[in-house]
Protein backbone atom coordinates (compact mmCIF):
# COMPACT_ATOMS: atom_id res chain seq x y z
CA UNK A 1 0.00 0.00 0.00
CA UNK A 2 3.47 2.37 0.93
CA UNK A 3 4.15 1.43 -2.77
CA UNK A 4 0.87 2.51 -4.51
CA UNK A 5 0.66 5.57 -2.18
CA UNK A 6 3.92 6.92 -3.25
CA UNK A 7 3.10 5.72 -7.16
CA UNK A 8 0.05 7.16 -7.13
CA UNK A 9 -1.09 10.02 -8.26
CA UNK A 10 -3.02 12.97 -7.13
CA UNK A 11 -6.62 13.05 -8.67
CA UNK A 12 -8.71 16.41 -8.39
CA UNK A 13 -11.88 15.52 -6.92
CA UNK A 14 -15.13 17.75 -8.89
CA UNK A 15 -17.32 19.47 -6.39
CA UNK A 16 -20.96 18.71 -6.77
CA UNK A 17 -21.00 22.48 -8.02
CA UNK A 18 -18.23 22.44 -10.82
CA UNK A 19 -14.48 23.24 -10.60
CA UNK A 20 -12.32 20.51 -8.78
CA UNK A 21 -11.75 20.31 -4.68
CA UNK A 22 -8.53 20.58 -3.87
CA UNK A 23 -7.15 17.47 -1.93
CA UNK A 24 -3.52 16.90 0.36
CA UNK A 25 -1.56 14.16 1.71
CA UNK A 26 0.48 13.91 4.32
CA UNK A 27 2.49 11.20 6.14
CA UNK A 28 3.25 10.75 9.74
CA UNK A 29 6.07 8.35 10.54
CA UNK A 30 6.58 7.70 14.32
CA UNK A 31 10.32 7.49 14.63
CA UNK A 32 11.21 4.57 16.41
CA UNK A 33 7.52 3.31 16.51
CA UNK A 34 7.86 -0.44 16.95
CA UNK A 35 9.64 0.54 20.69
CA UNK A 36 6.91 3.33 21.43
CA UNK A 37 4.14 0.98 22.32
CA UNK A 38 3.79 -0.65 25.75
CA UNK A 39 3.16 -4.52 26.05
CA UNK A 40 0.46 -3.53 28.52
CA UNK A 41 -1.04 -1.73 25.54
CA UNK A 42 -0.99 -4.76 23.27
CA UNK A 43 -3.00 -7.15 25.57
CA UNK A 44 -5.24 -4.57 26.27
CA UNK A 45 -6.09 -3.86 23.09
CA UNK A 46 -5.46 -7.96 21.84
CA UNK A 47 -7.53 -9.28 25.07
CA UNK A 48 -11.06 -8.38 23.58
CA UNK A 49 -10.82 -8.99 20.07
CA UNK A 50 -13.06 -11.06 18.10
CA UNK A 51 -12.82 -13.49 15.54
CA UNK A 52 -9.60 -15.06 14.58
CA UNK A 53 -8.17 -12.52 16.74
CA UNK A 54 -8.76 -13.83 20.04
CA UNK A 55 -7.13 -17.21 19.46
CA UNK A 56 -3.75 -14.82 19.31
CA UNK A 57 -3.66 -13.62 22.95
CA UNK A 58 -2.26 -16.94 24.38
CA UNK A 59 0.25 -17.29 21.73
CA UNK A 60 0.82 -13.50 21.95
CA UNK A 61 1.28 -13.46 26.15
CA UNK A 62 3.81 -16.49 25.83
CA UNK A 63 6.54 -14.48 24.14
CA UNK A 64 5.37 -10.80 25.68
CA UNK A 65 4.06 -11.79 28.99
CA UNK A 66 7.62 -11.93 30.86
CA UNK A 67 10.69 -9.79 30.29
CA UNK A 68 13.02 -12.32 28.23
CA UNK A 69 16.77 -12.18 27.13
CA UNK A 70 18.30 -11.01 24.27
CA UNK A 71 22.05 -12.11 23.22
CA UNK A 72 23.99 -9.18 21.74
CA UNK A 73 27.26 -10.18 20.21
CA UNK A 74 29.89 -7.63 19.79
CA UNK A 75 31.35 -7.21 16.05
CA UNK A 76 35.20 -6.16 17.55
CA UNK A 77 35.00 -8.91 20.10
CA UNK A 78 32.95 -11.64 18.40
CA UNK A 79 33.74 -14.28 21.26
CA UNK A 80 32.04 -11.62 23.61
CA UNK A 81 27.97 -11.63 24.47
CA UNK A 82 25.80 -9.82 26.31
CA UNK A 83 22.56 -10.33 27.76
CA UNK A 84 20.02 -7.51 26.82
CA UNK A 85 16.34 -7.89 29.01
CA UNK A 86 13.42 -7.05 26.50
CA UNK A 87 11.05 -5.86 28.84
CA UNK A 88 8.58 -3.47 26.59
CA UNK A 89 7.09 -3.44 23.13
CA UNK A 90 7.28 -6.12 20.45
CA UNK A 91 11.11 -7.88 19.79
CA UNK A 92 12.75 -6.58 16.38
CA UNK A 93 12.68 -9.87 13.94
CA UNK A 94 9.19 -10.85 15.02
CA UNK A 95 6.98 -11.15 12.28
CA UNK A 96 3.85 -10.29 14.33
CA UNK A 97 5.62 -7.23 15.30
CA UNK A 98 4.22 -5.01 12.56
CA UNK A 99 0.45 -6.20 13.03
CA UNK A 100 0.85 -5.95 16.86
CA UNK A 101 2.10 -2.06 16.81
CA UNK A 102 -0.81 -1.84 14.07
CA UNK A 103 -3.32 -3.44 16.71
CA UNK A 104 -1.92 -0.88 19.52
CA UNK A 105 -2.86 2.41 17.49
CA UNK A 106 -5.86 1.36 15.54
CA UNK A 107 -7.94 2.38 18.59
CA UNK A 108 -6.47 6.07 18.52
CA UNK A 109 -6.55 6.03 14.70
CA UNK A 110 -10.58 5.26 15.03
CA UNK A 111 -10.82 8.42 17.62
CA UNK A 112 -8.95 10.42 15.24
CA UNK A 113 -11.29 9.43 12.28
CA UNK A 114 -14.60 10.04 14.17
CA UNK A 115 -13.15 13.53 14.90
CA UNK A 116 -12.38 13.82 11.22
CA UNK A 117 -14.74 11.81 9.24
CA UNK A 118 -13.79 14.13 6.26
CA UNK A 119 -10.59 12.39 6.33
CA UNK A 120 -8.66 9.36 5.39
CA UNK A 121 -6.23 7.66 6.94
CA UNK A 122 -4.49 4.64 4.91
CA UNK A 123 -1.49 3.27 7.62
CA UNK A 124 0.75 0.87 6.29
CA UNK A 125 3.05 -0.20 9.66
CA UNK A 126 4.04 2.57 11.24
CA UNK A 127 3.44 5.46 8.53
CA UNK A 128 0.12 6.95 8.98
CA UNK A 129 -1.50 9.17 6.37
CA UNK A 130 -3.83 12.03 6.26
CA UNK A 131 -5.90 12.25 3.11
CA UNK A 132 -8.50 15.17 3.00
CA UNK A 133 -9.11 18.95 2.26
CA UNK A 134 -6.04 21.17 2.18
CA UNK A 135 -6.65 22.87 4.89
CA UNK A 136 -8.28 19.37 7.66
CA UNK A 137 -5.04 17.84 6.69
CA UNK A 138 -2.98 20.90 7.14
CA UNK A 139 -4.75 21.39 10.73
CA UNK A 140 -4.59 17.08 11.44
CA UNK A 141 -0.70 17.37 10.51
CA UNK A 142 0.08 20.37 12.75
CA UNK A 143 -0.96 17.93 15.69
Given at each position: ???????????????????????????????????????????????????????????????????????????????????LSS?????????????????????????????????????????????????????????
Amino acid sequence: MAYLLGASRLLALEKPSGGVQPIAMGEVDIQNAFNTVSREVLFHELRPATGSLDQLFPFVRSFYAHRSPLHFSHRSHEDEVSLLSSESSTRQGDPLGGALFALAQLRALRIVASEHPLCLFPSLADDTHIVGSLRLSYQLFKL
